[in-house]
């Protein structure tokens, strides 16, 4: 696609699910608070994703790679310094606010391994997502653990030049899946965040129906305009975020975009934009 309308194209695909999730919102009486932040963080992201986009590409270096890495592993852990809710630490509170850390930045992270991961340093990587997957699993968050997982196995596995032992120890990973379902968290859902799909679902099935295409036209990107030197990333990616929206049927976690919350908004602006900015065909200024 060489029209420049790909630079709009995140705040493009965010509009349908934020504006179902805030019609949903308030024909049940939320708090006007609640729709017009998604609102107004999709629409000020987009363009600030768009103004990225805009500006001249450059080629990612090693040190800013590895320095992004080592600042989302920092957040992670602050999770645990923060109060939390009922010994489930996903949060870091910044006042009024509190910043869902791992639908932040594990999208950005999937990145940043892969780009760790085609310069030859499988072991690195291997260990990394390891570390992540623990930590995520600890806070415990069996949706994001899940996600992050399964996704980082695919890459690994797909550079694992048919050694035995590498997909052997890729296998490992799937401990902290497993574990991160036996202890799930016992926090209620609320309506507006975990149970906004069942809302819809009370408009009618109309409703339903158009909430799950805006769901889809969320993935599609990420499935069908990616740069060819990087269609396994973009693939995973679109697996990842399909991952997070399915483990909401299975437990009390947030529903992305549609539901409230300016975290998972953020991340996915976040994966999008990376991806995006990654093609070659992008035209010039």
């Known amino acids: 696609m060489k029209s420049k309308l790909l630079y709009f194209l995140p705040i493009f695909v965010l509009l349908p699910a934020t504006l179902v999730g805030s019609f949903t919102m308030i024909s049940n009486d939320a708090p006007i608070r609640l729709w017009l932040l998604n609102i107004v963080l999709v629409i000020l992201g987009g363009f600030l994703s768009s103004f990225i986009l805009f500006k001249k590409k450059h080629t990612s270096k090693s040190g ?7 600042v989302i592993f920092v957040l992670l852990l602050l999770t645990f310094l923060d109060s939390g809710v009922e010994n489930v630490h996903r949060w870091i ?28 340093n499988w072991w690195i990587t291997f260990a990394i997502t ?32 048919h050694s035995i032992i590498r997909y052997f120890v890729v296998s490992l990973l799937f401990i902290f899946v497993i574990r991160s379902w ?24 109309v409703w339903l129906l158009i909430g799950v ?35 909401t049927f299975f437990g009390n976690f947030p529903v992305p975009i549609m539901g409230y919350g300016a975290s998972p ?21």
């Open 213 to 247: 295409i805006s769901i889809l036209i969320l993935i599609l990107p990420f499935l069908f305009l990616h740069p060819l030197h990087s269609k396994i990333l973009s693939l995973t990616l679109g697996i990842h975020f399909t991952i997070i929206y399915m483990t």
């Open 93 to 120: 509170s910044i006042g009024p606010f509190q910043l869902y850390i791992a639908s932040i930045v594990l999208p950005f992270l999937i990145v940043q391994l892969w780009s760790l991961l085609v310069t030859n």
């Open 265 to 285: 908004i953020i991340g996915y602006l976040l994966a999008l934009t990376s991806i995006i900015r990654s093609r070659k065909d992008l035209p010039l200024k």
């Open 182 to 205: 036996i202890y799930l968290d016992h926090l209620l859902p609320v309506s507006y965040v975990e149970g906004i799909l069942y809302l819809v679902a009370d408009m009618g099935t």
């Open 130 to 161: 390891t570390s992540i997957s623990l930590l995520v699993s600890l806070q415990p968050d069996a949706s994001e653990v899940t996600a992050f997982t399964l996704s980082m196995a695919i890459l690994l596995w797909s550079k694992a030049n």
């Open 64 to 70: 800013s790679r590895n320095i992004t890495i080592m």
